[in-house]
């Protein structure tokens, strides 16, 4: 199973920017899954999750302005992110996880100036 993480970038704060992840080895349609972020000098955070029951989950700071979603046919998860802010910058990754098992994107970087 491999991911590969893309979309991020250099945004302006009140933009927006969708990152994709793509799978191969696996499907996302039936696995737990989800977008982490790891800012400068702290610990890696969830961002958004869709359970193996299909349900996503927000983590407080992003409601309402990010969107987890998968795209069963091209086998992508994708994580729209607008309006975003300075805070927003880190490295997202994603993570798929299968049999107990836990399988992570390279990274990639978002940065938001105001």
């Known amino acids: 199973v491999q991911l590969q993480a893309f979309g991020g970038g250099l945004v302006q704060a009140g933009g927006s920017l969708r990152l994709s992840c793509a799978a191969s080895?696996?499907?996302?349609?039936?696995?737990?899954v989800g977008w982490y972020r790891q800012a400068p000098g702290k610990q890696r955070e969830v961002v958004a999750r869709i359970s193996s029951d299909r349900t996503p989950n927000y983590a407080d700071a992003v409601k309402g302005r990010f969107t987890i979603y998968r795209d069963i046919r091209k086998n992508t998860l994708y994580l729209q992110m607008n309006s975003l802010k300075p805070e927003d910058t880190a490295i997202y990754y994603c993570?798929?996880?299968?049999?107990?098992?836990?399988?992570w994107g390279q990274g990639t970087v978002v940065t938001v100036f105001s």
């Open positions: 993570k798929l996880v299968k049999n107990r098992k836990e399988y």
């Open positions: 080895g696996t499907t996302f349609g039936l696995n737990a």
